[in-house]
């Protein structure tokens, strides 16, 4: 059977399950394991990013919340095994086809983005922004603030317009500068800058490579 990702709900559920089974009658500072969890450390990136001294901290409470980290370390190296496979950020046509699927029968326009890492490979899908049929008010401190929290290395800015038409607009065009300026100062790689419609995509770095050829 070919193997899926995980969208970010159903890790989440999973997360949840995880820590219900396994720690369920267990106590850390006094309140269940399961509602500090969630209150800490709510999601698989969260437990992610947690340091070797709070681990350590955790683990002193109770053994089985070290057997519970044991077993997440079991399956990261699971993950690790497998030979990697190309990420759809890797593609602008891959990235595009992909974004067009999941925009499919939107009536407002709004903006996702896809942080990555080092090589690439997509470690977060994000909806940021939903606005009107026309119109979506963009924040660029709001990306780049979820872009260091993922510690992502860069990014691609995809929105969609409803009408089909994937022309930018001198305001898409200026925020995608604008964007592109603030990643250089925060050392983050705004990899591209996308436009969705119907069944068709825009793409700034394809534009940007045609004008230079």
Same mark, same amino acid.
Not at 1 to 4: F, T, V
Not at 47 to 59: A, G, M, T, V, Y
Not at 126 to 139: A, P
């Given at each position: 059977?070919?193997?899926?990702k995980?969208?970010? +709900?159903? #890790? ?24 500090y969890l969630?209150?800490y450390?709510?999601d698989?990136i ?18 089985r919340?070290?057997? +519970? ?34 925009? #499919?029968?939107?009536?407002?326009e709004?903006?996702c ?6 090589q ?28 260091l ?11 969609n317009?409803?009408?089909?038409n ?19 100062l ?15 995509y ?12």
């Open positions: 059977m070919e193997e899926q995980l969208t970010g +709900f159903q #890790a989440t559920s999973l997360y949840e399950r995880a820590i219900r089974c396994c720690l369920s009658d267990v106590e850390i500072h006094g309140i269940s394991a399961y509602r969630q209150l450390y709510p698989l969260d437990l992610k990013q947690i340091s070797r001294n709070q681990r350590d901290e955790l683990c002193q409470c109770d053994q919340i070290n057997e +519970f980290f044991m077993a997440l370390d079991l399956g990261a190296a699971m993950v690790k095994v497998y030979p990697e496979i190309e990420g759809v950020a890797y593609s602008s046509v891959e990235l595009g086809q992909a974004m067009i699927a999941h925009f #499919a029968g939107e009536e407002q709004s903006v983005v896809a942080f990555t890492d080092a690439n490979n997509i470690i977060k899908l994000k909806t940021l922004f939903i606005g009107g049929r026309s119109e979506c008010v963009l924040y660029p401190d709001q990306i780049f603030k979820h872009a929290r993922y510690s992502a290395s860069g990014l691609v800015m995809v929105h317009h409803p009408s089909g994937i022309k930018p607009s001198q305001q898409d065009l200026a925020f995608a500068k604008r964007l592109e300026r603030g990643g250089k925060l050392g983050i790689q705004v990899l591209d800058f996308m436009i969705v419609g119907n069944d068709q825009y793409s700034w770095r394809e534009q940007e490579l045609q004008a230079q050829s």
